[in-house]
């Protein structure tokens, strides 16, 4: 079957169509993590069909030693990695990603261990186990992600209460944070927050069901320790503006003055939906909520808790 003229025909098609989704950026979702880091695996099947279909479809390969087949592979892998992501920088506007380059030389490299036979059975069973493990430690973000937003669902209209290690996955941003047991509103634990001095120092939550349409309050808490008070910013947004050019003007932006001790922050939905100047915020479509400080002279600390929607 596999030297059959119609088959290799077919897997030279599917292996060029893929190619140029590789070149593109194909349909990675931005919005959905699972969807992302899915396509993120695209990359290792990608490379291990390129290299089955050169298996199978170049004679003169099954000719060559192990060691030119393996040398042969690395530098096919490591010239069609630095096209991709050359391409994608100088045309896509994207930033070169090493972690998409690994992906390519585990597929690659594990096509090669897993179709490779060799004569000595250890040997065989010793590639194919590296191959297996390596592409399965690949799925583990793929797999957090698709857990957490069954959890995420299960949990609206709360969108963070940090009562699981897995939630802290849900946010980023250059402010040092971490999950806390000591200080908490709500449950037991609490986000740990260390803003720092750039010039704007915060964290983003982007992973949370979309849709706020039924409801009409955002509400979360914060613990501020100091006996001063500390300004920050909340800052609310839609997909609509992340596609258009992310103006100041159509988003959410509100600062509040935190006090010592606990601080609940109410924000209106109807405030978000009206925020932007020239239309209305999509509140079936809220795509992220970041707070942030902006040139503080020393480091804050805080403690976020139980961010929910009433």
């Given amino acids: 079957m596999y030297r059959s003229k119609r088959f290799k025909f077919i897997l030279i098609f599917v292996v060029s169509i893929l190619f140029i989704l590789a070149f593109s950026g194909g349909f990675k979702n931005q919005f959905i993590r699972s969807v992302g880091e899915l396509w993120n695996l695209g990359h290792i ?49 994207g930033k070169p990603d090493l972690i998409d380059v690994r992906r390519n030389f585990i597929g690659a490299i594990g096509c090669f261990l897993l179709i490779t036979p060799s004569k ?41 209460d940090f009562e699981n290690d897995i939630e802290i996955s849900r946010w980023h941003g250059d402010a040092s944070f971490i999950r806390n047991l000591q200080i908490s509103k709500h449950g037991e634990a609490s986000l740990y927050i260390v803003f720092g001095t750039t010039k704007y120092s915060g964290l983003v939550l982007d992973y949370f069901p979309r849709d706020w349409s039924s409801y009409n309050i955002l509400k979360f808490d914060i613990y501020y320790p100091k006996s001063d008070s500390l300004i920050f910013t909340c800052r609310i947004h839609d997909e609509l503006h992340i596609k258009g050019q992310q103006l ?5 932006n509100r600062r509040f003055k935190l006090q010592c001790g606990w601080n609940e922050i109410a924000i209106p939905i109807k405030d978000i939906e009206n925020a932007p100047k020239t239309r209305k915020m999509n509140i079936c479509k809220v795509l992220s909520i970041g707070i942030f400080t902006v040139q503080l002279p020393e480091p804050k600390t805080v403690y976020l808790d139980y961010v929910r929607l009433e």
């Fill in 45 to 93: 099947f990608l490379f291990g069909l390129l290299i089955f279909s050169i298996s199978i479809t170049w004679d003169k390969y099954q000719k060559l030693s192990l060691l030119k087949r393996l040398v042969l592979i690395i530098l096919l892998t490591a010239f069609l990695s630095l096209l991709i992501e050359a391409f994608q920088y100088l045309f896509k506007n």
């Fill in 120 to 160: 000595k059975m250890t040997l065989s069973i010793l590639m194919k186990t590296v191959a297996v493990i390596a592409i399965l430690l690949e799925t583990i973000p793929a797999g957090i992600a698709l857990f957490d937003e069954i959890i995420a669902s299960k949990q609206f209209p709360v969108l963070a």
């Fill in 248 to 252: 100041y003007a159509d988003r959410f």
